[in-house]
């Protein structure tokens, strides 16, 4: 990362570790289990700091400093935009839930605690009737109250009741969400606030984290450009650099939230690929998956549209992601007490985590839940079945995520 540009740092840190060591080693030599302990006692212990314009020195010390698991410039996040979408008819069940299976599942999500990290919620929806809402508001504004409408509409995907007879949640029988304001305010929108909020949510119990959200490449070039005075193409570079450092911290952060399910409970990562690509544009063209979505350890969530001939691949759904969800027509909650259509791989992602929550339900009637096996189970769900012949597996990744049954 540059050390000449004004620019905050996000930091993720350990605490450091005691000496170890294995009576059934050599001298000086730490056991495997030494090792594995030290690895759980780093997760769980772990915080997110920032550092605002950090000095040469600072930055060498911490490349050199054992406690740092990573850092990287606090880059800009901005809201993955839906996209207008007709009305939705009147239906028992919304496609979407249909689709995954969830009308069918035994599962509700019972016992297991779901975050979304996003704009906030409608914490009076009628769709939230009695839910545990624990908010936090970390944008500046005040309070956690959606006042965009994206958040309220993501959490009623997930685990919203119904709303005049029409079943709108995938997991509604979620007694507990925490809700992370995250877009939005004064301070919104950057990654050390997403990873202070990741972290805020792993702490409280989530089993399940909903991000519908991706950082502002574009936003950060021009602003580099702007304030920085930099050229295009330096600015470019720039940001660049400090987009694969942010890939590789929120990498760092998945893989440490993994290991602390030894000691404290899973937690699954769930985020929208983007809306980036235009399938049908002139020239056509598609995106890879955006982060933070395209961290490893993270399962991305491409967007499907219902259709004659079966499921397709949405045309502003970016390619190379792990699953795929209802993502086009999404009927869900919105602010005031009200309702809204929308599409993007944002109303997809709440599809696959609110699946997710099913699926937990599930492997937690058998024992400790395990974050390998939970998110196995969830890529392993995915179907082609109902998608269009000759969809593309880079374009869905392992498909169509469906709700468990009592004989899976």
Known sequence: MSEQINQKIVILRAPALRATRDPFEGPGAPGLESAVQGVVERAVGMTVE?????????INA??????VLGFAPAMPMKLIEPLEADAATTAAVTWGVKAVG???SPFTGAGVTVSVLDTGIDVDHPAFAGVDLITKDFTGAGSAEDDNGHGTHCAGTIF????GGQRIGVARGVQKALIGKVLGG?????SDILASAMLWAADNGANVISMSLGMDFPGWVDELVKVNGLSIPAATSIALEGYRANVRL????????NARASVAQTTIVVAAAGNESQRTGNPAYEINVAPPAAAFGITSVAALADGAGGLTVA??????ATVAGPGVGVFSAWLNGGTNTISGTSMATPHVAGVTALWAERLLAQGPLSPVLLQS????SGTFRPLKSGTDPLDVGAGLVQAPTTNN
């Open 50 to 58: 920032s550092n605002d314009n950090p000095s040469r020195s600072t």
């Open 62 to 67: 911490l490349r050199n400093d054992p406690t």
């Open 102 to 104: 969830a009308d069918t």
């Open 160 to 163: 919203g009741r119904d709303l």
């Open 186 to 190: 004064p301070n919104g929108g950057s």
């Open 250 to 257: 929120f990498e760092q952060l998945a893989n440490l939230l």
């Open 315 to 320: 045309p502003f759904s970016n390619t190379m």
């Open 377 to 380: 189970k969830l890529i392993g």
